[in-house]
Nanobody, 131 residues
Framework: EVQLQAFGGGLVQAGGSLRLSCAACGFSFDDYVIGWIRQAPGKAREGVSWINLGDGSSYYADSVKGRFSISSDNAKNMVYLQVNSLKPEDTAGYYC????????????????????????WGQGTQVTVSS
């Protein structure tokens, strides 16, 4: 059974940092991509970053580029999202989700930000940034 669990969120002041973690199990880690998707109240879900667990390539939405950094520890089945220089508009529930690499490769880099492409989802972790 595929399971994903995001944790590490919290309340921080603008300009602060957090490290979000995603623990995953139940699938062949190297054959998947993991994405971080956020959703703010009243807004659509937004894919902010994803990583190919096979080759380590990583991608970022323009809204977070230069501030967020995604990484993985395949030996521990963990994916991390370091979020720096946080802004109030980063306030959202942050979710990690998984899809098979062949799906991501067929969709292409930009389409892999689309939350609809992800098959498996974990419970999210809340990030709240105060001004």
């Amino acid at each position: 059974e595929v399971q994903l669990q995001a944790f590490g969120g919290g309340l921080v002041q603008a300009g602060g940092s957090l490290r979000l973690s995603c623990a995953a199990c139940g699938f062949s880690f190297d054959d998947y991509v993991i994405g971080w998707i956020r959703q703010a109240p009243g807004k659509a879900r937004e894919g902010v970053s994803w990583i190919n667990l096979g080759d380590g390539s990583s991608y970022y939405a323009d809204s977070v580029k230069g501030r967020f950094s995604i990484s993985s520890d395949n030996a521990k089945n963990m994916v991390y999202l370091q979020v720096n220089s946080l802004k109030p508009e980063d306030t959202a529930g942050y979710y990690c989700a998984a899809q098979e690499q062949f799906t991501a490769q067929a969709m292409g880099v930009q389409s892999t930000f689309d939350p609809l492409g992800y098959e498996y989802w974990g419970q999210g972790t809340q990030v709240t940034v105060s001004s």
